[in-house]
């Protein structure tokens, strides 16, 4: 089984330019999530999706956009990147009813901005 | 102000100690925690989740709540080397906002 996958695993890009980060779970997962974890910062929300179809801010949504595909799949877009960009992307994913259970994240994406 | 915080460390302990974890949460109507570990370069992983105040054990990991303090421990037994890695706290307050503290960073020394 492979729960959550990410890809890239790495990535550097000049500033301005654009790409997108992939995510798919394999767990039937309603809710999926996009974090950025920074030196000293922990990991903060960027993008959610509690279903198919839907999807909502996080704590630093600005510069990104997200695309639920369908159930398995939550996409992150980074329009035109900005040194500030520079992170290491987890993608989440949970299942989300009457009460909150905890997440299993992807491998990961470090990214540099240059 | 920090929704979730802890102790950044780092928490040294010898081998085989008991390692205790410590982090409190600013917001009251939380009511799902969770404690995470994470490896150098590696993904979080979750490995403890509790709801209600009290004790929660799984093997060699104890977790407590007070909610009423707006605390929540994590106690690791018998400490192993492979124990040395990062321990996140994580609470989530509700409408699929978990908030995450910056991490206590836990060395086990043989």
């Known amino acids: 089984n492979a729960g959550v996958t990410q890809t890239p695993k790495f990535q550097v890009l000049k500033t301005g330019q654009s790409m997108t980060l992939q995510c798919a779970q394999d767990m039937n997962h309603n809710s999926m999530y996009w974090y950025r974890q920074d030196p000293g910062m922990g990991l903060r929300l960027i993008y959610y999706s509690a279903s198919e179809g839907t999807t909502d801010k996080g704590e630093v949504p600005n510069g990104y956009n997200v695309s639920r595909l369908n159930k398995r799949e939550f996409s992150l877009r980074l329009e035109s990147a900005a040194p500030s960009q520079t992170s290491v992307y987890f993608c989440?994913?949970?299942?989300?009813?009457?009460?909150?259970?905890?997440?299993?994240f992807g491998s990961g994406t470090r990214l540099t901005v240059v | 102000q920090k929704e979730v915080e802890q102790n950044s460390g780092p928490l040294s302990v010898p081998e085989g100690a008991i390692a205790s974890l410590n982090c409190t949460y600013s917001d009251r109507v939380s009511q799902s925690f969770f404690w995470y570990r994470q490896y150098s370069g590696k993904s979080p992983e979750l490995i403890m989740s509790i709801y209600s105040n009290g004790d929660k054990e799984d093997g060699r990991f104890t977790a407590q709540l007070n909610k009423a303090s707006q605390y929540v421990s994590l106690l690791i037994r018998d400490s192993q080397p492979s124990d040395s890695a990062t321990y996140l706290c994580a609470v989530n307050q509700g409408d699929n906002d978990m908030r995450f503290g910056a991490g206590t960073r836990l060395t086990v020394k043989p």
């Open positions: 989440a994913s949970s299942w989300t009813g009457d009460s909150y259970y905890g997440y299993t």
